[in-house]
């Protein structure tokens, strides 16, 4: 089961209903409290990443009995030292942004905190592709 | 058996099937099948929105009747704070206590006190730093039940303290049978609610138990106490009216109650609590201490039951709390016991979106769902009696509905079946072939 949002570069006032979408797909699904939890704030982490950084992407979500994988595949400026992007509070959002109280550098390191696997493929200058794997654990209530 | 009790009903007889309500339900409980609404009792949150909206007043609000203390030896009547701004400016508490009386019941507990007592225990439970962050109040039941249904990953930032319903209840109780030596079972302790949320939560606690017997709606005995008002025989009664509990009637009073050295925030409106709590969800806000959250806009003195306007009510209570304030000086302090007002264990969700208990068969009725929400027209009309396109491609996954009920696939199928029938109706039968043999020879 796949589903697929596009994700517009600056629209804020939209950020958040692709991660509401998610949300409801994995309640009805009846997948564990903490792995809805946890792929929420993925999920919006990732949308939001695109919204801050890039003109357009896609964010998808593939549900299966056992985990989520969340992407966001870009067509942004891309990371160029991804190691340096995962420290927290490390931001190169623009001061505009950072004035609306968003980038303030949690992004990736939050999606880093609340998946189990995390794959960041960026070439610079044409976009990145976020890819976070989240268990759905049995005990996960 | 009804799994669930709900004071929020249809009256069947009043409901034309209009499909107004069912868009405005915060956990998309009503469909509207054969011309009358429904509601999903699993998911109903008896935030009593629909009774708002309404226009052919249908859905109402079950509660007690006022003959129900003829059930008991010894009544208590327990007035919420927000039946203090229901009245004029020259009403004082004092004045509706001693109504409560001369209406029939044999003694009364202020609310109020229970919320002064629960927000000396507030702020004791904030200092736990190791709880997540924001907490969200446990006053509200519309509030807690929406979190069950629409928001389980977040239950445990609600306060675990009980209501001040019940600690006001719990301690009527214990004074009646301490003072009067009655035992428990004849004591009949009575909320005057301003909403269904609170009989719900009466008939079905959070805690083990209610020590509330029932709950009468505050528009219903509302000119019981007017008229009580202008009786002679009515006395101004002793009251302690703190001004911090008073105040919990309306929106942001909870917050002003409880010391304010903690980053507060407070919102109102079952709507906007929504959003708020997506956005807590997403992991934002954890520099907020505590969140008031109130299901009706303006707090309890905007419930669906309360019988004066808002924003006159909203005065009242403000000029009434200013006036309580002045004479809190001379309030004895009040005994707080901090263990008695936990509640026993945490709030349990209600998976009630869940498609089927397997989760492989959860996944491909999903996978239908969508394949279903893409054919429909997107259009969120309502007409189909379900809140919108995608919730009736839910519910005809779920069986409970079909894509016939969809007005525009109904067309489409009609035209279909116009033009079929045009074909049909050219086609003739060999019978008939000769005649028509004939006519063309006639025409050459
Ligand atoms: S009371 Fe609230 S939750 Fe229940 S059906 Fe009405 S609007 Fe929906
Ligand atoms: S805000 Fe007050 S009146 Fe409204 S549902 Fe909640 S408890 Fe009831």
């Known amino acids: 089961m796949k589903m697929e949002f596009e994700v517009r570069g600056m629209d804020f006032n939209r950020a958040g209903e692709a991660a509401a979408q998610i949300k409801k797909a994995l309640q009805m699904v009846g997948m564990k409290i903490e792995t809805i939890r946890k792929t929420v704030i993925v999920a919006y982490e990732a949308e939001l990443n695109i919204v801050i950084h890039a003109h357009k992407g896609i964010l998808s979500a593939v549900l299966l009995p056992d985990r989520v994988q969340i992407t966001a595949a870009d067509e942004g400026p891309g990371i160029a030292d991804v190691s340096l992007a995962l420290q927290e509070g490390y931001s190169t959002a623009p001061p505009h942004v950072r004035e609306m109280g968003f980038g303030a550098g949690m992004g990736l390191p939050n999606i880093q905190r609340c998946s189990d696997k995390l ?23 | 058996m009804q799994k669930y009790f709900h004071s929020v009903m249809l009256d069947t007889e009043k409901c034309k099937g ?30 009593g929105e629909c009774i708002r909206i309404c226009p052919n007043r249908a859905k109402l609000a079950v509660t007690d009747p006022l003959e129900r203390l003829a059930e008991y030896k010894h009544t208590i009547a327990l007035p919420a704070p927000s039946l203090y701004a229901q009245f004029g400016p020259r009403v004082k508490p004092g004045d509706i206590l001693g109504a409560l009386l001369d209406i029939g019941f044999d003694d009364y507990f202020e609310v109020a006190v229970g919320a002064e007592i629960i ?113 002679p025989s009515t006395i101004i009664r002793e009251n302690r009216s703190p001004a911090a509990g008073v105040g919990w009637g309306k929106a942001g009073g909870e917050n002003h ?162 033009r079929e029938m045009v074909v049909l109706s050219q086609m003739k039968p060999p019978a008939m072939g000769r005649e028509t043999l004939k006519d063309n020879q006639n025409k050459q």
């Open chain 1, 119 to 141: 794959d960041i493929e960026s070439r610079p200058g044409y976009g990145t592709t976020v890819t976070a794997v989240i268990i759905n654990r049995p005990g996960g209530e």
């Open chain 2, 18 to 47: 209009c499909t107004n309500c069912i868009k405005y339900c915060p956990t998309e409980a009503i469909r509207v099948r054969e011309g009358r609404a429904q509601i999903i009792e699993e998911r109903c949150i008896d935030c």
């Open chain 2, 119 to 231: 927000s000396a225990c507030l702020a004791k439970y904030l200092r736990d730093s190791d709880l997540p962050r924001p907490l969200i109040s446990s006053a509200c039941p519309a509030v807690v039940r929406l979190m069950q249904v629409r928001f389980p990953g977040l239950l445990e930032h609600i306060v675990l303290l009980d209501t001040p319903m019940e600690i006001a209840a719990r301690l009527a109780r214990e004074k009646a049978m301490q003072k009067l030596g009655l035992k428990d079972e004849e004591i009949g302790v009575f909320f005057i609610t301003p909403c269904p949320a609170k009989v719900t939560a009466v008939k079905q606690p959070f805690g083990n138990r209610s020590y509330v017997d029932g709950a009468i709606s505050m528009s219903i005995i509302y000119s019981d106490i007017k008229n009580a008002l202008q009786s």
């Open chain 2, 257 to 418: 109650a409880i010391s304010e050295h903690w980053s507060l925030l407070a919102v109102d409106g079952i709507h906007s609590v929504i959003n708020l709590l997506e956005e807590i969800e997403r992991g934002g806000l954890s520099d907020i201490d505590y969140v008031e959250a109130q299901a009706c806009t303006g707090g309890c003195i905007g419930g669906p039951l309360v019988p004066q306007n808002l924003f006159v009510s909203r005065v009242r209570m403000e000029n009434l709390v200013k006036i309580l304030h002045a004479e809190q000086e001379q309030l004895p302090p009040i005994k707080v016991d901090y263990d008695s007002c936990k509640l026993p264990g945490p709030i349990k969700p209600r998976p009630t979106l869940m498609l089927s208990e397997d989760i492989n068969e959860a996944i491909k009725m999903l996978e239908q769902v969508e394949k279903i929400t893409a054919d429909l027209p997107g259009l969120d009309c309502g007409s189909c009696g379900s809140p919108s396109c995608r919730a009736l491609a839910e519910d005809i996954v779920r069986g409970y509905g079909e894509s016939s009920y969809c007005v525009f696939k109904l067309k489409e199928k009609l035209q279909i079946l116009a």
